[in-house]
């Protein structure tokens, strides 16, 4: 059993967090441990029709963004890597400056120096020169920056479709089998 960090934060577009741990509940092998942030279960009750109680019950595992002290807070406690979806620029800058003052920050700290994937998936747009200086720090320091951006090459035809490309990226990262997103095979050109 692999366990896998996910944390949601305050940043718009809670539902790439919802439908990871949707789809990873699907993963027998995986077992799910969720922090959100006081900002990410506002973000939850403003842009979802989910109920946050609800959203921490597909986790395996959860816990307080104030829990220092948690499982996920030591390198020694081993995981398959992190996933921040959506991750805040304030989170970002965070986690760039290794300021773990909250459990989400300490815990990709923690990914971070045990050499573990890293995913954020960045939401902010537009971005100033302090933000790109964030997400390269983060970059150079080991982590995954991947903005959730749609493609259209797969001719999306629901939100559902973009937001889940995205979510099937994230798990090509972290080397999960996913059939969400067929692997591209080129143009078929005449």
Partial sequence: MSRLVVGITGATGAIYGIRLLEILRGYKAVETHLVVSAPGKRTIAEETDWAVGDVEALATVRYDNKDIGAAIASGSFRTAGMVIAPCSIKTAGAIAACYADSLVARAADVTLKEGRPLILLVRETPLHAGHLRVMLALAEMGAVVLPPMPAFYN??????????HTVARVLDRLQLPQTLVAEWKGTNRA
């Fill in 155 to 164: 001719r999306p035809k629901t939100l559902d479709d973009i937001v889940t």
